[in-house]
């Protein structure tokens, strides 16, 4: 089929790549004059483990522009996967997705079937017709499509290509075929409904996703209180099928472009229909709490942080992607200097990202984990990386001034830190 995705970020070059893959013509499209020179070239503007392997290999089905008219003139179903992001009163932004659906609107030359991929708030498929039908002067018809999706950053084409659902939200027959056509090859369940109730899956699953977080980090602090393991909390819970071990692991906190942005958006969301959402008021909260802990934990050991020199190991926020959007790492980092440390930091793939972000201050950008070591006074590891598990923690200890070792992710086992002479603190355990 001939496919345009419009928004060539983390999920639309994902969803070019796999639909590529699928065997599809995909012309993709995006504003950003640098991005599309980049990809013009087949060159990824951003890390996610296999897109650079699968924009290569699909070369012959893939196109990029920065003309919605024209991608939308050559395809069939157009993609919508621009940024959704937060406006202050937590409501989600979407002059973007406007922007765009005029534009498509604009530039109908046939029937096209119309797909929201971006995590929008239920009622968007009817704005959306509404734009359309305002500027698509001729008539032509179309149909709106919600397509949630539900990759994780880290391992988009593994989530894009084997889902564990695909749910499409669809009025008419002739677009819920032309979708089961798209997704022909993945074999995951695919649950069609109407448009309102798949734009509200893709709310109430990350909602619940980021609450599961919250609820395992607020049992880690009664588990410091009274000697339990949350890690073992976790196994146990999660033996129980009803519940699944999934996001039940304690640490620093959610962040990312997704689960702080579509928890204030579903509080949002539900204010509108009148409710007050108290429970994700205080997944909020707690996620909030979870970063000051660790700040804390390191004031215990070294008592006032003025002058001293931390180290911070893991910027992005998770492991295997180069996102800092809402990353803990940001917020610790400036209450770190807000404390008078001078902090040092390293990260496999996010370093450039953060420089964008702390460019004027003094923080000392590290080649690799013992240059953070050096001399530092304590360490806090804030992402999970494999590489960080595969520290020679001997030499480490070594370099360290003094080796107060806080891991924010219990990547590590306080018996073996305390012998290798760390003084080491996790979370909840
Ligand atoms: P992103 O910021 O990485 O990418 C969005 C892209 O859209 C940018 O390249 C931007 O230049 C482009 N864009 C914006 N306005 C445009 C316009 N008018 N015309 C053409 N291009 C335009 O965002 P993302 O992380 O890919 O997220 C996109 C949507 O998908 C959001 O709604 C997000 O909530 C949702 N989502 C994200 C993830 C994730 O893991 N990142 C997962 C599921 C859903
Ligand atoms: C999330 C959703 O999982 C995905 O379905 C949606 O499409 C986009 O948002 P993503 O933000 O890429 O994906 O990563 P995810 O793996 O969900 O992690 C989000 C945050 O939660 C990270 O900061 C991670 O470190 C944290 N997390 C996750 C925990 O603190 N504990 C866990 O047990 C799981």
Redesign the pocket.
């Known amino acids: 089929m001939k496919v345009c995705v419009i928004g060539t970020g983390?999920?639309g070059l994902t969803t070019c790549c796999c639909l590529a893959e699928l065997g599809h013509s995909v012309t993709g499209v995006d504003s950003n004059k640098e991005k599309i020179r980049k990809l013009k070239n087949y060159i990824s503007p951003i890390y996610e483990p296999g897109i650079q392997e699968l924009l290569k290999k699909n070369k012959k089905r893939l196109r990029f522009t920065t003309s919605i008219k024209e991608g939308v003139r050559k395809s069939d179903v157009i993609f919508i996967a621009v940024n959704t992001p937060p406006r202050e009163d937590g409501s989600a932004d979407m002059r973007y997705v406007e922007d765009v659906s005029k534009k498509i609107a604009l530039s109908m030359n046939s029937y096209k079937v119309i797909v929201e991929k971006s995590?929008v708030p239920v009622e968007t498929g009817k704005w959306i017709k509404r734009v359309m039908n305002l500027y698509n002067k001729k008539n032509i018809p179309f149909d709106v499509v919600s397509n949630?999706?539900?990759?994780?950053?880290?391992?988009?084409i593994e989530?894009f290509l084997n889902p564990d659902r695909i749910v499409i939200g669809v009025e008419t027959e002739r677009a819920r075929k032309i979708m089961e056509d798209i997704y022909k090859k993945i074999k995951a369940k695919k649950l069609f409904t109407n448009i309102e109730t798949a734009e509200l899956i893709?709310h109430a699953?990350?909602s619940f996703?980021?609450m599961?977080?919250s609820y395992?980090?607020f049992i880690s602090r009664i588990c410091e209180k009274v000697g339990a393991d949350v890690k073992d909390v976790?196994t146990g819970m999660g033996l129980d099928k009803r519940i699944g071990r999934?996001?039940?692991?304690?640490?620093?906190?959610?962040?990312?472009?997704?689960?702080p942005k579509?928890v204030s958006a579903f509080i949002w969301i539900a204010k509108k229909c009148g409710f007050d959402f108290t429970l994700l008021k205080e997944v909020q909260k707690i996620n909030i709490e979870q970063r000051e802990i660790v700040i804390e934990k390191l004031k215990k050991s070294l008592w006032n942080l003025n002058g001293k020199k931390i180290g911070i190991l893991g910027i992005s926020?998770?492991?295997n992607?180069d996102?800092i959007r809402?990353?803990?790492s940001i917020y610790i980092i400036k209450r770190l200097l807000e404390e008078g440390a001078k902090v040092s930091c390293y990260d496999p793939k996010a370093m450039e990202n953060l420089k964008k972000v702390y460019s004027h201050t003094k923080i000392k950008y590290c080649k690799n984990v013992y240059e953070v070591g050096e001399d530092s006074e304590g360490i806090i590891l804030l992402?999970?990386w494999d590489e960080f598990k595969k520290i020679d923690l001997k030499k480490l200890r070594k370099v360290m001034r003094v080796p107060v070792f806080i891991d924010g992710?219990n990547l590590f086992e306080r018996r073996k830190m305390e012998e290798l002479g760390f003084i080491y603190d996790g979370i909840g355990r």
């Open positions: 983390y999920v995590t949630p999706e539900f990759l994780r950053e880290g391992r988009a989530d893709k699953s990350n996703l980021a599961k977080i395992i980090n976790s999934e996001f039940l692991d304690a640490g620093v906190g959610f962040g990312g472009s997704c689960f579509d926020f998770k492991p992607t996102d809402e990353a803990p992402t999970e992710r």
